[in-house]
Structure formats: structure tokens, C-alpha cells
């Protein structure tokens, strides 16, 4: 079973940008489609971003598109999500999650089976 530990998080200003990592170890990487998530205060957990293993096609959400960008270091085991022109309303704890497999797009929470602890961005204005 793979693990994930995120790391990255921090305060930024309205405009700046943060990169955020996840290292998975326990697993074979390469079999895993990879995803962000994120939480707001008083809000659920929605989708930021996914990529598919074998072929690397990312997908995101619509709030992040053109901002954000998720990318993967199979020597490094790692999951990487570039986050440019922050917004305050990117404010929340952002968690990294997994699934086996190889060539479906996920992007439903329920469709990942493992996660790490979170990492938290805080955007100021």
C-alpha cells in the first residue's frame, strides 16, 4: 500500500506562488494515477488536479486552470502541483491522493483509496 507525505504549504501573498510535493513510498509509482485535492474552511473537498500515469495527461479544475499545474518525478517518487497567481480564495489544506491506475482519469474523491495528512496554503490578500 502507498503512502503520501505533502509538503510545500505556507503563506503567500495574493499573486505569489507556491510548489507543492508528495512523495509516495510503499508502492510502484509508475501504476498510480496521481491527484490534488483541497479543503477550504467550511467547504468539502474538491478536485484540483489529476495525472494519469502511463500517458501523463493532467486534467484540473476549472478554478485553477491556467494557474496551476501538477507534474510527476518518477525518479523521485514524487507528485509536484505548481501553483502561480495565488488567490486568497486558494486558501486551504491541500492533500495529495492516489489510486492504482494506469490510464483512467480520476476525479472524484471517491475514486482514490489513499491520501496523505494534508499540507496547508494560506493565500493573503
Known amino acids: 500500500q502507498v503512502q503520501l507525505v505533502e509538503s510545500g504549504g505556507g503563506l503567500v501573498q495574493a499573486g505569489g506562488s507556491l510548489r507543492l510535493s508528495c512523495v509516495a513510498s510503499?508502492?510502484?509509482?509508475?501504476?498510480?494515477?496521481m491527484g490534488w485535492f483541497r479543503r477550504a474552511p467550511g467547504k468539502e473537498r474538491e478536485f484540483v488536479a489529476t495525472?494519469?500515469?502511463?500517458?501523463?495527461?493532467?486534467f484540473y479544475a476549472d478554478s485553477v486552470k491556467g494557474r496551476f499545474r501538477i507534474s510527476r518525478d518518477y525518479a523521485k517518487n514524487t507528485v509536484y502541483l505548481q501553483m502561480d497567481s495565488l488567490r486568497p480564495e486558494d486558501t486551504a489544506v491541500y492533500y495529495c491522493?492516489?489510486?492504482?491506475?494506469?490510464?483512467?482519469?480520476?476525479?472524484?474523491?471517491?475514486?482514490?483509496?489513499?491520501w496523505g495528512q494534508g499540507t496547508q496554503v494560506t493565500v493573503s490578500s
Open positions: 491522493a492516489a489510486r492504482f491506475s494506469l490510464s483512467v482519469r480520476l476525479t472524484l474523491e471517491s475514486q482514490y483509496n489513499t
Open positions: 510503499g508502492g510502484t509509482f509508475s501504476t498510480y494515477a
Open positions: 495525472i494519469i500515469s502511463n500517458s501523463g495527461s493532467t
